[in-house]
Structures are given as structure tokens and as C-alpha cells.
């Protein structure tokens, strides 16, 4: 995507979290983590990467329930940044329910949104069909805290994959609403549209890798016992051939899809290598090469999670820069609408 021209000379402004919601799988590692740390390291712009805690309360099995396992998450996914490469010298890092100013400003926002808006959000509608024991307002309200989330920062871009588009022109539709009615305020933020992989279950291939499912999950804390077992015991089909056509071979597409991501050779690279060799020896390559992979960031986590101060003074550090950025615009919009 071409870079917009910012004039006052900055780095254009990147903006992206992720829930706290349990333990990362590779799905994530691939689809947010990795490219959170290729951006960060593009040095083309100014970073904030907050854990977004305040969302996850809208998910009942994200610990909401347990004060101790919600702070837990939160810790964790603080190490897990970490431990993947973001760097606090290089991005601000912080904890959204330690900025006051995103509630404060997602109240603001929702006094311009209606509820037909909100209604027509796919995300919300999939999940009150499939989880309709937890349709709660904050699931039908989570675009207008995402929105704050991003705007507040003067977020000129955001990381997202397909399935957040909607949302962030959403954010872009409340940015217009606001500078319409009170005057320039807010930058409507353009997406960078991430090329990752979507990584299906392991153990039902024609449904995304979910927390949910654990038995399908290759979790980023996996052992290489645990890695081999599982890779092992993916679903494929009854043919032999490995081959990235995912058309009728789901199983064994998604397995190529790994083993690419994990080693960066093409589908029809890997396809030619493993020609008439079965799907034995494939799984077995790519269990090592997701042991591989994920070495480096298990060292990482296993010395970070023993530092308990030194991610604590990161975290302080990160809220303090993410809190002025954050009460210079509040303020700002609160003159606009008359508060101040």
C-alpha cells in the first residue's frame, strides 16, 4: 500500500492489539504476532501495540469470571509481544484499561452511531448465532470501542485481515460523522491489508484454528512432544499426495500452508519435494520445522516470564506514553464537543 504523505514530517501512525483471552496458537503467531514485528522493524512507522483487555470482557470464556486468570492473560500477552520481537524502544506498549480516555472516548462515539449501524456488523451477528448464551451489549458495542481505539491515536494505518474490514470502515464512517459536525478532529485510518494465512483446526480443517478448540490448536507453549503429536495426528483424507490445491483436500492444504509459512518455500515447491513420498514423512518435516520455528520464541518467553519487573517497568512505561498521546486528543475533542 503507498504510504500516505504526513505533513508535519512523523512517521505515519500504526495502531493494532489483540485480545487476552488464553494461550496464542500459531494462527495468531502467523496472522498478527509476526507481522507486528515486520512492521515495527520496517522503521517506516510510529507504533502502538496495546493488549486489549477491555474487549476481552466481552468473551465468556476469556477468564472475565476470575480476576486472577484475566490478570494472568494480560501478563502473558505482554510476554508474548516481547518474546516475539516488539521492542519498547521501538513501540510504544501498553494495556488499553490503563488509558482511560478509550471508554471515555467510546461514549462520545456512540452518541453518534445508531443502532441499525451496529446491527448490520457480520462479526456481531455470527457470533450471537453461534454463541447466542453470550450476546452481550459490549459484543454489539465492540466497533465503537475499537474505533476509539484506533482514532484516538491518529492511527493513519491498521494492520487487519479481511475479517476486520468492515469494522475499521465502520471507524472511518465515525471519523467522518465527528469532523462533519465539529470540525476537523480525527484521521480516518487506511487499512494495510496483511497477507497471512488463514490457519485452519488441525483436527477439522474446514473450521478456522480457535482457542475454542484446543484439541486442533498448535499453541505458541506447545512441546516438541506435543507439536509431533499433534501435527501427526491432523486430519487429512484418504489420498497420498501433499498438495496445496486446498479443493478437496482441506487437510493437507492447510498442513502445506504451515510448512510454508514455517519454512517460506512455495506450495509448489513443497509439492515437488515430498512428490510420491506420502503423507508420513511430510507430517514428520513439518513437525520439526514448527519445532524450529518456535524455539526461539520459547527461549525468549521462558527468560521473559521470570522477569516479572522488567516487564512490569515496560508495561508503566509504554501506559505513561499511550496516556499523553491519548489525553492530548481527549482533550482536544473535548473543547470541540463543548465539554471544556
Known amino acids: 500500500m503507498r504510504m500516505r504523505t504526513i505533513s508535519n514530517g512523523m512517521k505515519p501512525i500504526l495502531v493494532s492489539g489483540i485480545q487476552p483471552t488464553g494461550k496464542l496458537h500459531i494462527g495468531n503467531y502467523l496472522g498478527a504476532l509476526q507481522n507486528f514485528v515486520a512492521l515495527q522493524n520496517s522503521g517506516k512507522y510510529q507504533c502502538f501495540f496495546f493488549v486489549a483487555d477491555l474487549h476481552s470482557l466481552t468473551e465468556s470464556a476469556s477468564g472475565r469470571n476470575n480476576p486472577k486468570e484475566k490478570l494472568k492473560q494480560i501478563m502473558e500477552l505482554l510476554v508474548d509481544y516481547i518474546a ?7 513501540s510504544v506498549i501498553f494495556v488499553q484499561s490503563a488509558i482511560p480516555a478509550h471508554t471515555e472516548l467510546g461514549w462520545i462515539l456512540n452518541t453518534l452511531t445508531s443502532i441499525g449501524e451496529l446491527q448490520r456488523m457480520t462479526q456481531f451477528k455470527d457470533k450471537s448465532e453461534h454463541s447466542p448464551e453470550n450476546v452481550n451489549l459490549g459484543l454489539f458495542d465492540y466497533p465503537v ?3 476509539a481505539d484506533i482514532i484516538l491515536y491518529g492511527a493513519n494505518f491498521v494492520p487487519v485481515g479481511d475479517d476486520q474490514l468492515q469494522h475499521l470502515e465502520f471507524a472511518r464512517t465515525l471519523v467522518r460523522k465527528f469532523n462533519h459536525k465539529f470540525g476537523k478532529t480525527f484521521i480516518e485510518p487506511m487499512p494495510i491489508l496483511t ?12 473450521k478456522k484454528m480457535s482457542k475454542s478448540r484446543p484439541a486442533g490448536c498448535l499453541f ?5 512432544d506435543i507439536i509431533r503429536k499433534k501435527i501427526m495426528g491432523a486430519v487429512t483424507d484418504s489420498g497420498k499426495e501433499v498438495s496445496a490445491d486446498v479443493e478437496g483436500k482441506e487437510g493437507i492444504g492447510n498442513l502445506v500452508l504451515l510448512y510454508s509459512a514455517f519454512t517460506n518455500e512455495t506450495g509448489a515447491s513443497i509439492e515437488k519435494r515430498y512428490r510420491g513420498k506420502g503423507y508420513g514423512q511430510f507430517k514428520r ?10 524455539a526461539p520464541f520459547q527461549k525468549r518467553k521462558g527468560e ?4 516479572t519487573s522488567l516487564i512490569g517497568k515496560i508495561t508503566l512505561a509504554g ?5 499523553v498521546a491519548a489525553s492530548k486528543k481527549l482533550l482536544e475533542v473535548k ?6
Open 145 to 147: 470501542l475499537m474505533a
Open 335 to 340: 473543547k470541540r464537543i463543548g465539554l471544556l
Open 304 to 307: 521473559l516470564t521470570k522477569k
Open 220 to 224: 505458541l507453549d506447545d512441546s516438541p
Open 84 to 90: 516475539a520481537g516488539l521492542d519498547p524502544k521501538k
Open 319 to 323: 501506559n505513561k506514553k499511550a496516556g
Open 285 to 294: 518435516d513439518l513437525a520439526e520445522a514448527a519445532i524450529k520455528t518456535l
Open 195 to 206: 497477507d497471512n494465512p488463514r490457519v485452519m483446526s488441525l483436527d477439522d480443517p474446514k
